[in-house]
T-cell receptor
Framework: GDSVTQMEGPVTLSEEAFLTINCTYTATGYPSLFWYVQYPGEGLQLLLKATKADDKGSNKGFEATYRKETTSFHLEKGSVQVSDSAVYFCALTRNSGNTPLVFGKGTRLSVIA | DAGVIQSPRHEVTEMGQEVTLRCKPISGHNSLFWYRQTMMRGLELLIYFNNNVPIDDSGMPEDRFSAKMPNASFSTLKIQPSEPRDSAVYFC???????????FGDGTRLSIL
């Protein structure tokens, strides 16, 4: 079945460091890909998405590029801030059919000043 | 726009008691999802509905758990009788269709003593 694999955390970075959180997927067909963020005490929020190969999703300084050849959707940010401390989830969905999103296990990011 | 609304935000009760969690999805959304999140098991999909009809409840852990969606604007998740291992954060989410990005509520933090 479809699945998403994320790098295990926690990830701890200093403020202004470069961030990469790896995400790879297994799916039939051509899924859409998403990154969600969960801040402490809150629900998951959609951060960015990409619906086809080579698309780049971006939001709040975060970027991820849909790489079909490597089945990857790695999340990057050039300069993290303390306020980026959260749990990040990679997810996919098939563009056909009516099945829910498949989430990765999440990666906790802590940014220290 | 009002997002997904969950109540209560926090619930503390003794084991053996009945617990009812409530969710109001975003107006116009046709799919509704219940998740459970724990440190040990991460984010788990319990059940989801399309057009008020339960589609997949394979994630419901035991017969003690039940969910209903009597109309398009309301759903409940009930645990009877509750046990300490049910302690978790329970999220409700909704989307236009089950394969579209989901909007999450802020969750109910449930503690069973």
């Amino acid at each position: 079945g479809d699945s998403v694999t994320q790098m295990e955390g926690p990830v701890t970075l200093s403020e202004e460091a470069f961030l990469t959180i790896n995400c790879t997927y297994t799916a039939t067909g051509y899924p859409s890909l998403f990154w969600y963020v969960q801040y402490p005490g809150e629900g998951l929020q959609l951060l960015l998405k990409a619906t086809k190969a080579d698309d780049k999703g971006s939001n709040k300084g975060f970027e991820a590029t849909y790489r079909k050849e490597t089945t990857s959707f790695h999340l990057e940010k050039g300069s993290v801030q303390v306020s980026d401390s959260a749990v990040y989830f990679c997810a996919l969905t098939r563009n056909s059919g009516n099945t829910p999103l498949v989430f990765g296990k999440g990666t906790r990011l802590s940014v220290i000043a | 726009d009002a997002g997904v609304i969950q109540s209560p935000r926090h619930e503390v009760t003794e084991m053996g008691q009945e617990v009812t969690l409530r969710c109001k999805p975003i107006s116009g959304h046709n799919s509704l999802f219940w998740y459970r999140q724990t440190m040990m098991r991460g984010l788990e999909l319990l059940i989801y509905f399309n057009n008020n009809v339960p589609i997949d409840d394979s994630g419901m852990p035991e017969d003690r758990f039940s969910a209903k969606m009597p109309n398009a604007s309301f759903s409940t998740l009930k645990i009877q009788p509750s046990e300490p291992r049910d302690s978790a954060v329970y999220f409700c989410a909704s989307s236009n269709r089950s394969n579209q990005p989901q909007h999450f509520g802020d969750g109910t933090r449930l503690s069973i003593l």
